[in-house]
């Protein structure tokens, strides 16, 4: 028998967390059960990647101009937001169109704005429609109009909504979304093997000393992640430890240069710029975090997830992190990591402190660490927790259109 034709729709195709999530999935999906097809606004890394995994790539949703609408407002352009209404329109039927003529039985939405358009589209299909959902919408993240969007959509037009998180599923509960119909499937990574030998190379590609005590930040230069706190903290470490080396792995989004321009002089006044390596975007990440020490969280508004901690916990890595959102049912305080108040470089330079005056017991935590990732968030488990929900999805969608 043929898989399923199950349809995943993404509104960006620019590299985040939620688009590596969806990337591990389609390449783990096993395919006599599933034939999958990805609708994305245009050409980009997620769709490059995808059909390089096989998978049908569908260009044109949403709209362009539908893309431009941020998550607090309509977006600066107005006519944009003028014609919101009419552009909403025809991406949900367009993409009704594309799910009844490729045959499409199921749909797969993975980001907010996909959960909203993706969802209209499905249920006027009716086809049964399944969100991945990677974020806590509240109002210091999302405007009025997007969370009764969300709202409206969780819960008229979703089937099922698979949260990455139980502060996910918390927040989506408090916006009025039913809570039986959010289930946890929480992030996954691949096993890995030893770092030794990567930690070596990459070492020597930035010319950091083997036993210099390096500290890094992986993740997107953008202001609720704290790089800033990173580097408030980093300072206050270094004048103890004036050896220890610092890393911000990652790049700014959407071009923003005067945001880094704006870090890179916090880096200098704090007289770290000889310490600290802006690397930029890297293809690798994981082979970046074999060469630190201790991997910083840092963001200062609730973390969804945070998959650079299961990543780094994978490795063997201790971590410090910003103990709120969904952080805390990863790293268990003082036994995986230390969790720190979000925002409190003064605790989190304390907290690395800790690490480099006691080498036995972060190394310990590492490997406790490594134990709960292969334990609880393995990719291999979540890919098939992933299957089993869609596959009932498309069982009560049969039932109920039979019936
Ligand atoms: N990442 C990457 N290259 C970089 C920096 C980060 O591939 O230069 C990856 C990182 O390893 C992680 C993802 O981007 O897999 C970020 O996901 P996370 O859930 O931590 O945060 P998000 O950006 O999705 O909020
Ligand atoms: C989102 C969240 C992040 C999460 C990622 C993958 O980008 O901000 O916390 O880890 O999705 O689910």
């Not at 390089?52 to 790539?57: A, E, N, Q």
């Not at 210099?212 to 580097?231: I, Q, T, Y």
């Not at 890179?264 to 060469?291: Q, R, Y």
Request: charged share 30%; proline share 5%.
């Amino acid at each position: 028998m043929p898989g399923c034709r199950l349809l995943v729709v993404n509104h960006a195709v620019d590299m985040g967390g939620a688009e590596r999530v969806l990337l591990g999935l389609l390449a783990r999906l096993d395919r006599e059960k599933f034939d999958p097809g990805l609708a994305v606004p245009h050409r980009g890394p997620l769709a490059e990647r995808a059909e390089s995994l096989g998978v049908r790539v569908h260009l044109g949703f949403p709209s362009s101009r539908l893309l431009q609408v941020r998550r607090k407002s309509l977006g600066r352009d107005r006519l944009a937001a003028a014609a919101y209404p009419w552009d909403m329109t025809w991406t949900v039927l367009g993409l009704r169109r594309l799910i009844i003529r490729e045959g499409y039985e199921l749909v797969l939405t993975n980001s907010a704005k996909a959960d909203v358009y993706g969802s209209l589209a499905g249920w006027l299909a009716r086809r049964p429609v399944v969100w991945r959902f990677h974020d806590i919408p509240d109002r210091a993240t999302f405007s009025r109009l997007n969370l009764f969007l969300l709202r409206t959509s969780a819960s008229f037009f979703a089937s099922r909504i698979l949260a990455i998180s139980e502060a996910v599923r918390e927040a989506l509960a408090d916006l009025g979304v039913p809570r039986d119909k959010i289930k946890v499937v929480y992030n996954g990574v691949e096993p890995q093997g030893e770092a030794k030998a990567r930690r070596r190379e990459k070492r020597e590609e930035w010319g950091i000393p083997e036993d210099a005590f390096l500290v890094g930040m992986v993740g997107r230069l953008v202001e609720w992640k704290g790089p800033d706190v990173f580097l408030r903290a980093a300072a206050l470490l270094s004048e103890a430890h004036p050896k220890a080396r610092f890393v911000l792995v990652g790049d700014v989004i959407y071009g923003e240069r005067e945001y880094l321009a704006k870090l890179k002089g916090l880096c200098a006044s704090l007289g770290l710029e000889k310490k600290t390596l802006f690397t930029g975007f890297v293809d690798d990440p994981l082979a970046a975090m074999a060469a630190l020490d201790c991997l910083v969280h840092a963001s200062v508004e609730p973390e969804p997830f945070g998959m650079v901690l299961v990543e780094a916990m994978s490795l063997g890595l201790p971590v410090v992190a910003a103990g709120a959102g969904g952080v805390p049912e990863i790293v268990e305080d003082k036994l995986t990591g230390l969790l720190v108040p979000p925002g409190d470089f003064r605790a989190l330079a304390t907290a690395l402190e800790w690490m480099i005056s006691h080498p036995r017991e972060r190394k310990e935590m590492g490997m406790r660490g490594k134990r709960r990732v292969s334990e609880r968030f393995d990719l291999g488990f979540v890919c098939r927790e992933m299957e089993a929900e869609l596959l009932s999805a498309l069982a009560r969608g049969k039932g109920k259109r039979d019936g």
